[in-house]
């Protein structure tokens, strides 16, 4: 059951962009970061309760999503960090596919396993954990 609500488009204008180019195009266009490959998470607002579009490294195994809440080693989560805390279903757009799942912060060695798959997408994760004290928080999506 797709996430309903009104859209809020995020502050960060090239993200932004991506998103709503990457959706438009149902992700024939803006689907790479540096030719990489990148899904758009819908989330609900933790405070607003409204739709949130964040674009994201594609880590997939097996049916499953990793999203990485890095922002770029910053010391604090992104707020998209809080609203898969508060409203753990999520919408994910993979290409041209939408399909709804249920997000799930992962810990110790399962995060590890995950950590090493999203670093081989995005190598920088690992440069990202250098930069800061924070634990950068995963979370695995499962389809419901
Ligand atoms: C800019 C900010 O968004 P954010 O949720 O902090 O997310 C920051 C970034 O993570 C986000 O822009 C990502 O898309 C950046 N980004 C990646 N960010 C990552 O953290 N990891 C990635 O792997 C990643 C890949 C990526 C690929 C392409 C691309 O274009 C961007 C990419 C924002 O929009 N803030 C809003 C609020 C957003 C929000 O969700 N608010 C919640 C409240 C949240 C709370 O409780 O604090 C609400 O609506 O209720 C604001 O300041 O008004």
């Known amino acids: 059951m797709p996430l309903t609500g009104e859209y809020e488009p995020s502050t960060m204008g090239w993200a932004r962009e991506q998103a709503e180019l990457y959706e438009r195009t149902d ?24 739709l949130r579009k964040t674009p994201l490294m594609r880590v997939e195994h097996d049916g ?3 999203v990485v809440a ?8 992104p707020a998209w960090y809080y609203n898969l805390v508060a409203h753990p279903q999520v919408e994910l757009q993979d290409g ?10 992962v810990t110790g060695e399962e995060r590890e396993i995950w950590w090493r798959r999203a670093a081989e997408v995005w190598p920088d ?3 990202y954990q ?6 950068i928080p995963v979370f ?3 389809p419901i």
């Open 140 to 142: 695995v999506l499962t």
């Open 64 to 66: 499953e999503y990793a």
């Open 70 to 77: 890095s922002l770029g080693g910053a010391p604090h989560h």
């Open 27 to 50: 992700g024939a266009e803006g689907a790479t970061l540096r030719d990489r490959p990148v899904v758009v998470m819908t989330s609900i607002g933790a405070k607003s309760g409204k």
């Open 96 to 105: 041209a596919v939408k399909r709804d799942y249920v997000a799930r912060e």
């Open 130 to 135: 250098k930069k800061t004290d924070r634990v």
């Open 125 to 127: 994760y690992d440069e």
